[in-house]
């Protein structure tokens, strides 16, 4: 049975929810059906299978984690390396390069990572992507301009997870999360961040008419917690909105699907995506979608056909986009069905699976 080794570091879900954790965690959970699976993390995965290598968080930890995982492969060769592609500081790359030229060992790069490719230590950064065996994309955008800069051929493969369709009625979940039955719910899901812009989405509600706050007694749900929340109760507080703002805090994957079922709408409000794990299952359930014109998200979705759309950060224009949801519910559920054939039509976990198998096969 082939080998395959995920370099996860600190980031395994349900301790980390952001959408390449959730990704990470589902292939995993499909591939060891067909593959021995180990790992490199600081926790254990809360499902049998895959073997553990616990990473001790030794610092400076852009040395300390590719000198670990040189060691647990030195001694447990002939694995296919897999790396998520983000943030990390450039040194991280280097030498996880180095690791795999010194072992000999394959490696398929996944580059979740949505902001515009690195602009210093170019040469780092090519030999790691081009010493791969295999570089995958997760949007249109991510390939477009990786490809440019470090002269690639990116493989597109979207990160989907599976979903699943809540069928307890709305009011039931409604009273279950404390929220008023006559409301109309705007949801928002995942980690909250700078980058996500979950205050433009308050702003905006508080720049609603009297008229329309008394006709549609507009609530917002955010599922998900973040470096980002301390800040955003400030301004919920400081606009007078705790009674219409709900931050559930952390809500596992499983109990997502009850989020979007108690909603009317769904926002997404950030300055960049991959491809967003949120914004698929809200088109999954068929929820008007409102989005910020952001890379990653226009490929995902098309303004004015399945959504309506706003600038990133411009809560004016957000304002306007909710108030057509709210006022034109006929509007709203033809945005609603057209967002859930698109997803019908491009989407498709199984889809993703054989495609990670057909790379690792090669």
């Not at 809540?166 to 009011?171: C, L």
Request: charged share 20%; proline share 6%.
């Amino acid at each position: 049975m082939k080998k395959i080794h995920f370099v996860l570091g600190d980031g395994t879900y349900p301790d980390h929810i952001g959408g390449m954790e959730i990704f990470n965690y589902y292939l995993i959970k499909e591939l060891q059906k067909d593959y021995a699976i180990s790992y490199s993390a600081y926790k254990r995965l809360n499902f049998p299978g895959p073997t553990l290598h616990r990473f001790l968080k030794i610092k400076p930890t852009k040395v300390s984690f590719p000198v670990q995982l040189f060691f647990y492969l030195l001694f447990h060769p002939g694995r296919t390396l897999i790396f998520s592609y983000s943030a990390a500081h450039w040194l991280v790359w280097y030498l996880y390069t180095l690791v795999a030229r010194i072992l000999r060992l394959d490696y398929i790069v996944v580059i979740h990572y949505g902001k515009e490719p690195p602009a210093t230590h170019q040469k780092v950064y090519q030999n790691f992507f081009q010493q791969a065996k295999h570089v995958v994309a997760v949007s249109e955008n991510i390939k477009k301009e990786y490809d440019e800069q470090f002269h690639l051929n990116c493989t597109i493969i979207f990160p989907l997870v599976p979903f699943k369709k809540n069928e307890t009625p709305k009011n039931e979940l409604r009273r279950r999360y404390g929220i008023p039955a006559d409301a109309f719910v705007v949801c928002m899901v995942g980690t909250i961040k700078e980058m996500k812009n979950p205050q433009t989405v308050v702003e905006a509600l508080a720049k609603l008419p009297t008229d329309i706050i008394n006709r549609h007694n507009p609530h917002i749900v955010y599922a998900g917690t973040g470096p980002g929340v301390n800040h955003l109760k400030e301004i919920i507080a400081h606009l007078g909105l705790q009674e219409r703002c709900h931050l559930l805090g952390f809500v596992p994957k499983e109990q997502t699907d009850e989020v979007y079922a108690l909603s009317g709408a769904y926002v997404i409000a950030s300055d960049f995506e991959g491809t967003s794990v949120s914004l698929l299952e809200a088109m999954f359930n068929g929820l008007p979608v409102i989005a910020s014109r952001a890379p990653g998200i226009t490929n995902t979705i098309s303004e004015d056909e399945e959504c309506l759309m706003f600038q990133p950060r411009n809560s004016d224009e957000l304002k306007t986009q909710l108030l057509a949801i709210m006022t034109n519910p006929t509007h709203a559920e033809e945005k609603g069905k057209a967002a859930r054939s698109r997803y019908k039509r491009d989407y498709d976990f199984h889809n993703v699976i054989k495609s990670y198998m057909k790379i690792i096969n090669d």
